[in-house]
């Protein structure tokens, strides 16, 4: 909880760098693996075939995908994928994290982001949580000067991510 008061007033400092874009997903989706195995779900990244970099803190960038690629297969059921896409678009990496899972009704959706809210869990009572994730999701990419997006049609119907972070140049 230290540290998650830390991210949120902004009291962190980012050790800052160029990071591969593919790099720090591969990093990100192996960290949760074994919760994609234990569900037999399969993440799938798609993008384009060169490298580009983004200028962060590595840890905390992959702590900002390990959160959501968790969430993803976590209000997932078993046997559905998780599609991450990459994309470059004019100086801004685009990176979305579509999900098969339970979606977020429209009276939640606006509020996701914000400290203890949850979506409505009545489809799958097992998938608890405090609330803070997608509030220190939100922050350390607001943080690395990037903006984060939720889109869902509603309760079963999955969720979409969307993290703009700008470009850096290769190292």
Do not use: C, W
Not at 91 to 103: F, H, M, Q, V, W
Not at 145 to 151: A, H
Request: cysteine-free; hydrophobic content about 40%.
């Amino acid at each position: 909880m230290l540290d998650v008061s830390r991210i949120t007033q902004g009291k962190i400092e980012l050790e800052r760098a160029a990071v591969p874009v593919d790099e720090m997903l591969e990093g990100a989706l192996e960290s949760v693996r074994p919760a994609l195995e234990a569900k037999r779900q399969s993440a799938t990244v798609i993008g384009t075939n060169d490298s580009f970099f983004v200028t962060g803190d590595s840890a905390r960038l992959n702590q900002i995908f390990v959160n959501l690629f968790v969430n993803a297969s976590k209000y997932s059921p078993q046997d559905t994928k998780i599609i991450i896409t990459i994309e470059r678009q004019d100086s801004t990496a685009l990176i979305r994290i579509k999900d098969e899972g339970i979606g977020i009704d429209a009276v939640t959706l606006p509020h996701i982001f914000e400290l203890f809210v949850q979506a409505d869990h009545s489809l799958d009572h097992r998938s608890g949580g405090l609330g803070i994730g997608l509030t220190i999701v939100k922050t350390l990419v607001e943080m690395h000067g990037g903006r984060v997006e939720v889109r869902s049609a509603g309760l079963g119907h999955g969720t979409e991510f969307t993290v703009h972070l700008p470009l850096a140049s290769a190292p």
